[in-house]
């Protein structure tokens, strides 16, 4: 089991509050843009979606 990152490129501002704030370091800024590159460690905190301020983020658990 583990969760699905999806971050909306049209809202996201590459502010990099997501990875600041992520503890397993899940994001990298890439081209002003959050990515998800390490979503295996992923551990559904929420933390990076509380700190989005542009509601970018989803984290929804896998099936
Ligand atoms: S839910 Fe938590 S562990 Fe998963 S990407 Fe967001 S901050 Fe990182």
Redesign the pocket.
């Known amino acids: 089991m583990g ?1 699905i ?1 999806k971050i909306d490129a049209s809202l996201c501002n590459g502010d990099g509050n997501c990875k600041d ?4 370091d ?1 994001y990298e800024i890439k081209d002003g843009i959050a990515v ?1 590159v390490n979503v295996a460690e ?8 509380e700190a989005c301020t542009t509601s970018a983020i989803t ?1 929804t658990e896998e099936e």
């Open positions: 969760y990152v704030a992520c503890p397993v899940v998800p992923c551990v559904g905190c929420e933390s990076c979606v984290v």
